[in-house]
C-alpha cells in the first residue's frame, strides 16, 4: 500500500490571472494527511476556506470556479492536475484573489515548482477510489461523453472535435501518471480568435494574451477587427496574413490542444478527492461534463462510505492460516480469520471463508444458516488483533484484548458460501498499548456489518 504524500516544504506561484487580469500570489503549503486539498482565500477578513471538492464547483465556463459561501477561485484545474499527477494528496494554498494565475497557461510551472521543493510521505495510506464497473456519462448536445472502466492504475485517452479548418480532429493518451511531465504538463489552453469577443462581452479572459494561450485564427477577420480585439484586450497589435495559430511561441505538439484537453481533465478528476483508479475514454470533453463525472464518483463514494477491498484469491497471502495461528491463541472452533491479503502500519484486510460445515449452522438456523453477528464482530476483532500485534517486536509473545466496541451496525445477512472481507483502520495511534480502530465487513461490495474497537495489546507471561 502507498502512503499518503504532501509537499516537503511551501512554494509560491505569481501571475495573472486568466479571466480577472489580476495579479496573484498563490502559496502552496504542506498539509496534514486526510485534509485533501484545500483553498484559503487571505485577502479576506475571515480567510474563509474552500475544500477542492467536485460539489463546490459552481461554473464551468472556460474553466473550472469553487465556490463556497459566496467565496469563489476560478481557474483552478492547472494546479490541481499537478498535484493529482505528482500523487499529492494533501496540500493547502493560500492565495490573495479569486483566480489562480495562469502562468503560460499550462501546469509545467507548477510541477517543476514541486520538484523543486520536493514531496514527504505522511503516515497515513491513500485511499483511492477503484472503478469497479463500467461508468459513462454523456451530452447528446455537444457529442460528448466520458466513459471510465476498470484499470488497476490511472489512465486516459481524450479524442477531441472542433468544426475547424485548424483544429478539427485530435488525439492523446496517457498510459500513466509518471508520464504527466513530460507528455503533458506544458501543454497550453487554446482560444479561437472568433470567439474572443463573446468570452470579452462575458467578462471573462481579460488577462489573455499571446504568451499563455494558443490563439487559432481559423476564419478571416479584417486587420482593423483584429486590431480592435487587441486594444480591447490591451495587448499589442499583430499583423495575421494567413490561418493558423498566432501565439507568440509556437505549438510545441501536433496535438497540443488534445492533451491540454487531457490536462484539464485531470485536474477536474482530482476534486473527487482521492486518487482514481480507472482509465478513462473521454470524447470532447469539457469542464462541464468533467465537473458531472467527478460529481457522479463523490456521490458513489458517500453511499457507499468505504469501498470494499479487492480480493484476488490467486495472489499469494500476506498472512496464510499457518502464520495467523503463531500470532492469534485462537483455535477451532473459534478462530475466524483464514488469511490476510493487505497489511500496513495503519490498517489490514482480512478474509474469512464462510462454509455451511461450520457447527455454528446447527443451531443458527438448520433450515436457514445464517452467520451470527455476534461472530462477524469477533472475527473482525481478530483480524485487527493481528493489525496491533504487527506492530510490536516478536508477536508471538503478545496477545491483544479487547475494552469496548461500540457502534455496531448490521446491514446485510452473511450465509453458507459467503467470502467476508474485514478491513480495519485505526483510529488513533498506539498509546501506552491501547488503541481504537474502525472496521467493516464486506461480502462483495456490500458492507455486511461495522464496528468501532478499542484494544489493548499485553506481553504474555
Same mark, same amino acid.
Given at each position: #500500500? %502507498?502512503?499518503?504524500? /504532501? +509537499?516537503? =516544504?511551501?512554494? $509560491?506561484? $505569481?501571475? =495573472?490571472?486568466? &479571466? /480577472?487580469?489580476? &495579479?496573484? /500570489?498563490?502559496?502552496?503549503?504542506?498539509a496534514e494527511p486526510n485534509t485533501g486539498y484545500r483553498f484559503i482565500r487571505i485577502d479576506l477578513e475571515d480567510r474563509p476556506i474552500i475544500e477542492a471538492l467536485a460539489e463546490n464547483v459552481n461554473n464551468t465556463e472556460r474553466g473550472t470556479v469553487l465556490n463556497k459561501d459566496g467565496v469563489q477561485i476560478s481557474t483552478i484545474e492547472h494546479a490541481m492536475a499537478a498535484l493529482y499527477a505528482s500523487e499529492i494528496d494533501n496540500c493547502l494554498i493560500e492565495i490573495n484573489g479569486p483566480e489562480m494565475p495562469? +502562468?503560460?497557461? $499550462?501546469?509545467?510551472?507548477?510541477? #517543476? %515548482?514541486?520538484?523543486?521543493?520536493?514531496?514527504?510521505?505522511?503516515e497515513y495510506d491513500k485511499q483511492y477510489y477503484v472503478v469497479r464497473n463500467r461508468i459513462e456519462i454523456k451530452n447528446p448536445e455537444t457529442g460528448a461523453s466520458l466513459i471510465i472502466m476498470p484499470y488497476d492504475g490511472f489512465s486516459i485517452t481524450t479524442l477531441i472535435s472542433y468544426d475547424s479548418t485548424i483544429l478539427s480532429n485530435q488525439f492523446a493518451r496517457l498510459n500513466e501518471l509518471a508520464d504527466f511531465e513530460t507528455e503533458i504538463a506544458d501543454s497550453r489552453t487554446f482560444v479561437f480568435v472568433r470567439e474572443v469577443e463573446v468570452l470579452l462581452k462575458h467578462n471573462l479572459i481579460k488577462g489573455g494574451d499571446l504568451d499563455n494561450a494558443l490563439v487559432i485564427y481559423d476564419q478571416e477577420i479584417p486587420q482593423e477587427k483584429l486590431d480592435d480585439i487587441a486594444d480591447a484586450m490591451n495587448i499589442p497589435h499583430?499583423?495575421?496574413?494567413?490561418?493558423?495559430?498566432?501565439?507568440n511561441k509556437p505549438i510545441l505538439y501536433d496535438n497540443e490542444p488534445a492533451r491540454h484537453k487531457l490536462m484539464d481533465l485531470v485536474g477536474d478528476i482530482a476534486l473527487i478527492g482521492k486518487p482514481l483508479k480507472g482509465h478513462i475514454i473521454a470524447t470532447r470533453p469539457g469542464h462541464k461534463i468533467?465537473?458531472? +463525472? %467527478?460529481?457522479?464518483l463523490r456521490k458513489d463514494m458517500k453511499r457507499q462510505e468505504v469501498q470494499a477491498p479487492i480480493y484476488n484469491p490467486d495472489i499469494p497471502p500476506i498472512m496464510d492460516n499457518v502464520r495467523i495461528k503463531q500470532l492469534l491463541p485462537h483455535r477451532w472452533p473459534i478462530q475466524m480469520v483464514d488469511?490476510?491479503?493487505?497489511? $500496513?502500519?495503519? &490498517?489490514?484486510?482480512?478474509? =474469512?471463508?464462510?462454509t455451511g460445515n461450520e457447527e455454528i449452522f446447527m443451531g443458527h438456523f438448520p433450515e436457514e444458516p445464517v452467520m451470527p453477528g455476534v461472530l462477524q464482530i469477533e472475527a473482525m476483532a481478530q483480524t485487527g488483533g493481528l493489525l496491533i500485534l504487527n506492530t510490536v517486536d516478536h508477536p508471538e509473545k503478545y496477545s491483544t484484548y479487547f475494552m469496548k466496541i461500540d457502534n455496531v451496525k448490521f446491514r446485510h445477512k452473511v450465509v453458507p458460501g459467503d467470502t467476508l472481507i474485514f478491513r480495519l483502520d485505526l483510529i488513533s495511534d498506539i498509546r501506552r498499548g491501547i488503541v481504537s480502530m474502525k472496521g467493516y465487513a464486506f461480502v462483495g461490495d456490500k458492507i455486511a456489518s461495522e464496528a468501532e474497537f478499542m484494544a489493548q495489546i499485553i506481553k504474555n507471561k
Open positions: #500500500m %502507498a502512503n499518503q504524500l /504532501t +509537499l516537503k =516544504k511551501d512554494f $509560491s506561484i $505569481s501571475g =495573472k490571472g486568466l &479571466h /480577472t487580469g489580476l &495579479h496573484i /500570489t498563490a502559496r502552496f503549503c504542506p495562469i +502562468l503560460d497557461g $499550462s501546469a509545467i510551472e507548477f510541477i #517543476m %515548482a514541486i520538484k523543486n521543493v520536493g514531496i514527504i510521505e505522511q499583430k499583423l495575421v496574413n494567413k490561418l493558423g495559430y498566432i501565439n468533467n465537473n458531472q +463525472l %467527478a460529481r457522479l488469511k490476510v491479503i493487505e497489511l $500496513s502500519n495503519r &490498517h489490514i484486510v482480512g478474509i =474469512k471463508n464462510v
